[in-house]
Nanobody
Framework: QVQVVESGGGSAQAGGSLRLSCVAS????????MGWFRQAPGKEREFVGD????????YYADSVKGRFTISRVNVKNTVSLQMNSLKPEDTGVYYC???????????????WGQGTQVTVSS
């Protein structure tokens, strides 16, 4: 059974930092992509960024580029989301997901975590 579990959410002041972790288990993820998404109150879930297990290439939404960094952690099937220069608009529930990438580069996320709350105050 595949499981994706996020941790590390919490509260921070604007300009501060938080680090989230995501652990995936239950299968081999070597060919997968691990993505981070977020959902603010009253808004749709939006893509934050992702990283490919093989090669470690990353891709970010414009809204977080230069502030957020996704990395593979030196622990099996674990990735992190380092969030710096936080803004109140970064507030939301952050989700980690495991998915596949097709030949055109399109992602399909099959496995989702339960989410972790991030709150940024001004």
């Amino acid at each position: 059974q595949v499981q994706v579990v996020e941790s590390g959410g919490g509260s921070a002041q604007a300009g501060g930092s938080l680090r989230l972790s995501c652990v995936a288990s239950g299968r081999t993820f070597s060919g997968y992509v691990m993505g981070w998404f977020r959902q603010a109150p009253g808004k749709e879930r939006e893509f934050v960024g992702d990283i490919r297990w093989s090669g470690g290439s990353t891709y970010y939404a414009d809204s977080v580029k230069g502030r957020f960094t996704i990395s593979r952690v030196n622990v099996k099937n674990t990735v992190s989301l380092q969030m710096n220069s936080l803004k109140p608009e970064d507030t939301g529930v952050y989700y980690c997901a495991a998915g596949t990438v097709d030949s055109s580069g399109s992602r399909r996320y099959d496995y989702w975590g339960q989410g972790t709350q991030v709150t940024v105050s001004s």
